[in-house]
């Protein structure tokens, strides 16, 4: 395992100077970055083993000992990216004070085809399963990282919000079922079932709520009342992922974008916000600083 513990300072950013609010509210200036965690191990679909990594972010010569822990996830297709492309979203948010994580997570190495695509998206939720599951085992034992693991968001972009969405709600057989039919159902089998098996087993894997950026489910109707509170922000302009329902990325895998989404979400009672950029493309976020804001307000609004 190797360790990288950095400090950064970024004055770019514009913090609050008046009546300041962690978690809602820039307030670090210095964060703390751990690189290269070992957090489980599992194949890859051509059976290649897979060490697999993150990076923590945290604000520097932090005192508080219960954390919200929000755990992200790179896009890139399902075939390509990595953990640092989340940088910058990860330091945003730990300067307001969270424990901010990056993970890699297994990509496609066989041939690209529909299959090799629904599989990659079970592998990845494998993967963030088992991030979250270390995190609430370092929590019951050792406690190094203090994190509060009855706050803890998942989210990401592109990809790794299709990732998400599907760990919080596509989270049955019968989901499974839906996604790809028996030979879905099999895989899910043969690799863990819901839970997955890529590491730390005997821990929960319970999310508060979903960081969805530019995301899509495979069916909206899958969301359902109780499940994990939604924030979402995507552009109606989308040409990769579906604001509405479309082809996703290079697959010919159709899914269901935030705009249906949040529609299911507001029929069954589910806290959700959508944040909808009129004219946006996939990469709107990255360059809306209204949308920030509103992300740690969202997670902030809805902390236990």
Known sequence: MILCNLVFTFTALTFSAEN??????????????????HYGTNKSQAGLTEKLLLDIYEPANDT????????????????????????????????AGYVVVSINYRLIDVAESVLSYKRAGIDAISDMKAAVRFFVKDAATTNLYKIDSENIFIGGYSAGAITSLHYAYANTLEDGFLMGGEDMLEYISLHGGIEGNSGNPGYASNVRGVINIAGSLYDADMVDAGEPVLFSVHGTADDIVPYEIGKSGNSDVTTEGSGLIHQRAAKVGLINQLVTVEGGDHFTFFGCLDCHKKLRSFVFENLK
């Open 64 to 95: 508080m000992l219960k954390r919200p822990l929000i755990i992200l996830a790179h896009g890139g297709y399902f075939l390509f990216g990595s953990k640092a492309d989340m940088a910058l979203e990860c330091e945003n948010l730990a300067q």
């Open 20 to 37: 300041p609010i962690r978690f809602r509210d820039l307030l670090f200036e210095d964060i703390k970055v751990t690189e290269d965690i």
